[in-house]
């Protein structure tokens, strides 16, 4: 890739990463698609806002400064927020409070499903229906 002027702009918006200590962006790339190295400013290729290249750039042409981003990133924990345990069937009923039957809460579900099913005769899965949606307004979020 091409080199980049001297005149480098910081990322737009949210750079949570810590390589943007050392990518910016060249003054002339409005739309911030080509990352610059501050340190030997050449411009590096990403695709759809990964870092992953960059971080490659780093660690293969400037040694030190990777070894400095590795500790920046042991020190500020992961870059990326650890996923969250997906609920299981079993655990996701097991709170759950059942509506009195002569409640107006379980007739509206009750109404809703029966709509649902009525008006679009799909099966369960389909979920961009008229009916379906209708359904997740009346029911709990």
């Not at 050449?42 to 695709?47: E, H, Q």
């Not at 040694?63 to 500790?71: I, T």
């Amino acid at each position: 890739m091409a080199a980049c002027s001297r005149e480098l702009l910081p990322k737009k918006g949210t750079g949570n990463s810590v390589i943007w200590n050392w990518f910016c962006f060249d003054a002339a790339d409005k739309t911030q698609t080509k990352p610059c190295c501050k340190i030997c400013f050449k411009a590096v290729a990403t695709g759809s806002s990964s870092t992953t290249n960059l971080f490659q750039h780093l660690r293969n042409k400037h040694p030190e400064e990777w070894e400095k981003c590795n500790r920046l990133r042991s020190e500020n924990g992961s870059s990326s927020t650890p996923a969250k345990k997906q609920t299981t069937l079993p655990e996701s009923f097991t709170n759950c409070v059942p509506y009195d039957k002569n409640g107006a809460r379980w007739k509206a579900i009750t109404e809703a499903i029966t709509f649902y099913i009525a008006t679009d005769m799909l099966p369960i899965y389909s979920v961009e229906k008229r009916g379906f949606n209708h359904m997740l307004k009346v029911l709990d979020a």
